[in-house]
């Protein structure tokens, strides 16, 4: 299994509270990514980062900033949560290999509850 | 953006049974890989397929990527293969950014 830890795995927070979820890796992929996973929309991309300060911004990224300042950590931050952001949030990495994203490999994920 | 459809949604088997499981998509894709969520949660890749066939002991994947679908092969089923399988396509612009379909959750029973 790829070395992908996320912290904390479990957080429940208030409204309008600032909370940032860590991503951290121990395998030099250049790609990673940030997903959430609701009840019926299965994952969906928040934001992803295709190398050391540059990111970009997925499917549902209202609401979130992500910020990468070495290869190894990638930060989702909820800059003033809301109860809509209630999920569980994985981290990915792809791009093992220089020039190849292929395959993606999943972080254990955090539970996110904000009330 | 591109539409990832999975069927079906729920099923249920016997251990030993056989089993199918389709992704339909509504665009030509750059990237197709299956995932299986245990029931704890962890999401684990089983196949990077975006054409052709690959087998992994008791599982194997189908791509037909000119007719836009995929199957995902469960053979002689084990109560270890309950969960929810993914199927994820990247349509376009590069960097692997996955569209994930809603699911098949699998239940194995003894």
């Known amino acids: 299994d790829a070395g992908i830890t996320q912290s904390p795995r479990h957080k429940v927070t208030e409204t309008g509270t600032p909370v940032t979820l860590r991503c951290h890796q121990t395998?030099?992929?250049?790609?990673m990514y940030w997903y959430r996973q609701d009840p019926g929309h299965g994952l969906r991309l928040i934001h992803y980062?295709?190398?050391?300060?540059?990111?970009d911004k997925g499917e549902v990224s209202d609401g979130y900033s992500v910020s990468r300042s070495k290869t190894e950590d990638f930060l989702l931050t909820l800059e003033s949560a809301t109860s809509s952001q209630t999920s569980v949030y994985f981290c990915?990495?792809?791009?093992?290999?220089?020039?190849?994203?292929?395959?993606?490999?999943f972080g254990p994920g955090t539970r996110l509850t904000v009330l | 953006g591109i539409q990832v459809e999975q069927s079906p949604p729920d099923l249920i088997l016997q251990e030993g049974a056989n089993s199918t499981l389709r992704c339909n998509f509504s665009?030509?894709?750059?990237?197709l890989q299956w995932f299986h969520q245990n029931p704890w949660g962890q999401l684990i890749n089983l196949f990077y397929?975006?054409?052709g066939t690959k087998q992994n002991g008791r599982l194997s994947a189908t791509t037909v990527a000119t007719e836009r679908y995929s199957l995902l092969y469960i053979s002689s089923s084990q109560t270890t293969d309950s969960g929810v399988y993914f199927c994820?396509?990247?349509?376009?612009?590069?960097?692997?950014?996955?569209?994930f379909g809603t699911g098949t959750q699998l239940k194995v029973e003894l």
């Open positions: 990915a990495i792809s791009g093992g290999l220089a020039g190849v994203t292929d395959t993606q490999y």
């Open positions: 395998e030099n992929h250049r790609y």
């Open positions: 980062s295709y190398g050391v300060k540059d990111t």
């Open positions: 665009d030509s894709v750059n990237n």
């Open positions: 397929i975006p054409s």
């Open positions: 994820a396509v990247e349509g376009g612009g590069g960097g692997n950014k996955l569209t």
